[in-house]
């Protein structure tokens, strides 16, 4: 990762570990990986795999989830939701809009499991809940979207409507809140993952209603400050930054990006300029955050943090934005000094310079891959991209990348990939693998 003499401002992403934890113990706290970036640092995980190489082990999963496992020691944990019970008639739908969802038929059991990353053994399964969703969700989706966070000692699982838990890494609960029901956009669901730094755990709700943020004790889950967001609907999870010594939780919304301090919750500063149906999470480094989206318009900022106080909308603080190309579900990458994001959800990667925006060089059609839900990862001088029907295209970090290796197993990905150590580690809708290199 390169730094920029001129950045005189400390910044850096949040670490997810509680202060008395070993950092060793957690291997992976949350979806983007150790930096919130989709940067593997350390690790080298393989280049080439099939259905018959390189599968240290497959296990076959309960229900549907698309969350991205985290990991501490030698245990993966991951949420997911299974349905039980008679089918039932399917209640018609009720949201504005709503169209491509799921019927909702059978009642859910909401589940935190444990796996065994040396064996790939489910170690523990828990119900938290059980409950007949009131929406379906959008036909690609699942009702155990958001991924899990971990501190070293828990592991802190949100279910959105259906919940927020804190379990030990035995399984046992240790607390849990009811948040209230949100109403997404045309019942398309919920995909919010917490956001965990220094005993604060922060939660987004942006629904039709009253959207709001909370900030929760994660020993307790007592609240320390909840304020509301004049919001709609999004799917963007929360970051937290460091800027000149203090916290800030960094929040993409369809009417303001806003800076809250993770102290008491005020703004600190907002900027407008991202479009409806925001679901790309910011990435933040070498002090800039980086924040985009695409739906009725296309919209990527890049904003300078030092400093940035009130509105910024049009200041020098915007460094660089650019209206093609920009991300729409997968969230950026930010590796080695580069940006790199897919258009829209397909399959057309842009790499830019991540502190002047300049294209290096221009937009490449990502061959063998189709749409993407999860976003990217890099490790080892590699770049990963896991499409939905089960492909994994692997470049090089060169400029323009060049193509590695393009492997397939028989499974669909939402969920993001994880890279610890030598292992590459992917969530499928029926299984979850492990997969690494024979030693």
């Not at 917490?194 to 004790?217: C, M």
């Not at 002047?356 to 749409?371: C, F, H, I, N, S």
């Not at 993407?372 to 470049?395: E, I, M, Q």
């Not at 028989?410 to 690494?436: H, K, M, N, T, W």
């Amino acid at each position: 990762m390169l730094f920029w003499s001129w950045l005189v401002v400390a910044l850096w992403i949040a670490p997810m570990q509680d202060p008395s934890e070993p950092t060793s113990a957690i291997a992976w706290p949350q979806w983007r990986g150790p930096l919130g970036t989709g940067e593997a640092p350390g690790a080298d995980p393989p280049i080439r795999w099939s259905e018959q190489e390189n599968v240290r082990w497959k296990t076959p999963l309960p229900g549907l989830g698309h969350s991205t496992p985290v990991v501490v020691g030698s245990r993966l944990f991951l949420t997911a939701a299974v349905p039980i019970g008679e089918m039932l008639p399917a209640r018609p739908e009720t949201a504005p809009g709503a169209h491509d969802n799921l019927p909702v038929t059978r009642r859910h059991r909401f589940l935190v499991l444990a796996v065994d990353r040396d064996t790939g053994r489910i170690a523990w399964q828990r119900t938290v809940h059980e409950a007949l969703p009131y929406e379906g969700g959008h036909v690609s989706g699942s009702l155990a979207s958001a991924s899990p966070v971990t501190d070293g000692k828990r592991v802190f699982a949100s279910f959105g409507s259906y919940g927020l838990y804190a379990l030990d890494l035995e399984g046992e609960l240790i607390w849990q809140r009811d948040l209230g029901r949100l109403h997404s956009k045309h019942a398309h669901g919920e995909g919010s993952s917490p956001a965990l730094f220094d005993g604060t755990l922060v939660v987004n709700a942006d629904h039709e209603e009253q959207s709001f943020l909370v900030a929760l004790d994660a020993a307790t889950g007592e609240t320390r400050w909840r304020v509301e967001r004049d919001e709609v609907t999004s799917w963007a999870s929360p970051i937290v930054v460091t800027v000149d010594g203090r916290a800030q939780v960094i929040v993409a919304g369809t009417q303001r990006v806003r800076a809250y301090d993770l102290e008491d919750g005020r703004v600190i500063w907002e900027c407008g300029g991202l479009s409806h149906n925001v679901v790309a999470t910011p990435v933040a480094g070498d002090g800039l955050v980086f924040v985009g989206s695409s739906y009725e318009k296309r919209a990527l900022l890049a904003i300078r943090l030092a400093g940035a106080r009130g509105d910024i909308t049009g200041s020098k603080h915007v460094v660089w934005s650019r209206r093609h190309r920009t991300p729409y579900v997968p969230s950026p990458l930010l590796y080695g000094g580069a940006l790199y994001f897919l258009s829209h959800y397909q399959g057309i990667l842009t790499r830019v310079d991540a502190p002047t925006g300049a294209e290096q060089p221009g937009p490449m059609r990502l061959p063998g891959v189709t749409d993407f839900y999860a976003s990217p990862l890099a490790a080892a001088g590699r770049l990963y991209f896991v499409d939905r029907d089960g492909s994994t295209l692997v470049l090089t970090d060169d400029a323009p990348p060049q193509r590695l290796a393009l492997n397939r197993l028989d499974d669909q990905f939402s969920a993001s990939p994880v890279a610890i150590d030598r292992e590459l580690l992917l969530r499928g809708e029926r299984f979850l693998y492990c997969l690494a290199e024979k030693r």
